[in-house]
């Protein structure tokens, strides 16, 4: 469910950038702002899909028992 939305808002922050009066360039504060808001919700969209696949992979490995010594990588250094 955090994925999803998270996809949501990436795409409509795309979109209102994109919407946005041209030119679509630095010079143009308009457009900078809402190109900045959307690789925030882009940013947080990967980040929910990073703990979306840590979850599944604790998922697997308690679904699956014991290993041979393979240690999960849950330890993962996270970004932002």
């Given at each position: 469910m955090a994925v999803r939305k998270a996809k949501r808002a990436a795409h409509d922050s795309l979109?209102?950038?994109?919407?946005?009066?041209?030119?679509?360039?630095?010079?143009?504060?308009?457009?900078?702002g809402l190109y900045e808001a959307h690789l925030r919700d882009r940013e947080a969209m990967f980040?929910?899909?990073r703990?979306?696949?840590?979850?599944?992979?604790?998922r697997r490995?308690?679904?699956?028992?014991?290993?041979?010594?393979?240690?999960?990588?849950t330890n993962r250094k996270r970004v932002g």
């Amino acid at each position: 469910m955090a994925v999803r939305k998270a996809k949501r808002a990436a795409h409509d922050s795309l979109a209102r950038a994109n919407d946005a009066p041209g030119p679509h360039e630095t010079t143009n504060t308009i457009f900078v702002g809402l190109y900045e808001a959307h690789l925030r919700d882009r940013e947080a969209m990967f980040a929910a899909m990073r703990q979306l696949d840590m979850a599944r992979e604790v998922r697997r490995a308690i679904a699956t028992g014991p290993t041979d010594g393979a240690i999960l990588s849950t330890n993962r250094k996270r970004v932002g």
